[in-house]
């Protein structure tokens, strides 16, 4: 079965609502860019909010934003939401992508040319 | 609720990140629909390429922290992506749109921090990328363009393209196959060297000391 036929959170504003208690996961971006790396830092417990439980169970090994959206058919900025939640309990960690310059730095541009090379 | 955290599969085997990854970057490939985005992340990609959605607010909506409970104009814009390896530390990840050009841009965070921008092409339609290139301009966003090559696709000179697109003469334009890997990894390889170039500090004749 496919994503789509399972129907993403998106579809369901309620559900959303649910959810995120309301919160739009708009300040929450400014902290979780798509790429931002998540890892689990605890394990989930049984009177967790199922889809924070969800989130520790996949981030075991990193996993960006991007990622838990997908696997977990949920909207990006309710995704933020949730990671804001067990960041705030220190449950997961993030691992920040790399800082907003206006022009990527230059060993940076060199790292990636030579792992495109090994493609 | 319907939501069981137990149904919820992550990644299994290959698609495991090592523990040392500590560090992503993001490139976006933007184009109308059809001109094979979703195909070149696919070729790119060393996990089976994964769908994101976000929800958002129609053009011209405000979108302040508060208005999140009365939007009435919502839309969900669909996202198809791919990752690739760079080292053991450092994971690129390549976006895809499947249409919907005009949402793109609403999509918080999706072009902040990016490395750059692949501005994929059809030659037999041109007019659909004149809208996006000027948007990518407008927002600053480093981009190189790419000619995906359909078997009916009339092949234009470089110059010419660069005419009908009305183009800088810095901006780089690659003619690429969607479907190869090789090819893919070819316009993400001169996506990476224009931003090297636009990095660098002139005069760009040479190359880096290697290390
Ligand atoms: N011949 C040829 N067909 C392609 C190429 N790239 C994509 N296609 C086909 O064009 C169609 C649209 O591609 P898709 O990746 O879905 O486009 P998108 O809408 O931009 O994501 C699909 O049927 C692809 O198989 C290419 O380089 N050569
Ligand atoms: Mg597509």
């Not at chain 1, 991007?66 to 990671?83: D, F, G, H, I, K």
């Not at chain 1, 990527?104 to 990636?112: F, N, T, W």
């Not at chain 2, 004149?130 to 470089?158: C, K, Q, W, Y």
Request: overall charge negative; hydrophobic content about 45%; some cysteine.
């Amino acid at each position: 079965m496919s994503a789509a036929d399972q129907g993403w959170g998106a579809d369901n504003p309620e559900r959303l609502y649910v959810i995120t208690r309301g919160r739009s996961g708009l300040t929450e971006q400014t902290t979780f860019d798509l790429v931002t790396l998540v890892v689990s830092r605890s394990e989930p417990t049984p009177t967790m909010q199922p889809e924070h439980a969800a989130i520790l169970r996949i981030c075991g090994s990193p996993l960006s934003v991007a990622e838990v959206s997908a696997y977990l058919r949920l909207p990006v900025s309710a995704v933020t939401v949730l990671l804001a939640d067990l960041l705030t309990e220190e449950r997961i960690e993030a691992r920040a992508c790399v800082p907003r310059a206006v022009l990527p730095d230059i060993a940076l541009l060199e790292a990636v040319m030579h792992g495109l090379q090994k493609l | 609720m319907d939501f069981r955290s137990s149904e919820v599969v992550g990644p299994q085997g290959a698609d495991l990140l090592p523990a040392s990854a500590t560090m992503a970057v993001k490139v976006v490939i933007v184009g109308g629909f059809g001109v094979g985005k979703t195909t070149l992340v696919g070729s790119v990609s060393e996990i089976r390429p994964l769908t994101t959605e976000e929800t958002m607010t129609q053009a011209g909506a405000s979108v302040d922290d508060t208005a999140g409970v009365e939007r009435k104009t919502s839309t969900t814009v669909a996202m198809d992506f791919g990752r690739i390896s760079i080292s053991d530390e450092l994971v690129l990840y390549v976006f895809g749109t499947p249409g919907q050009e005009r949402f793109w841009f609403l999509w918080n965070g999706l072009f902040e921090g990016a490395l750059g921008a692949v501005v994929l092409v059809d030659t037999r339609r041109l007019e659909v990328s004149f809208d996006v290139i000027g948007r990518l301009e407008d927002r600053g966003v480093p981009f190189v363009v790419a000619a995906n090559t359909f078997p009916e696709s009339p092949t234009h000179p470089t110059e010419e393209l660069r005419a009908a697109l009305d183009l800088p003469p810095e901006v780089p334009i690659v003619a690429c196959d969607a479907r190869s890997r090789e090819s893919g990894r070819d316009v993400l390889m001169a996506l990476m060297r224009y931003l090297y170039d636009l990095s660098a500090p002139p005069p760009p004749t040479t190359m880096p000391a290697s290390r």
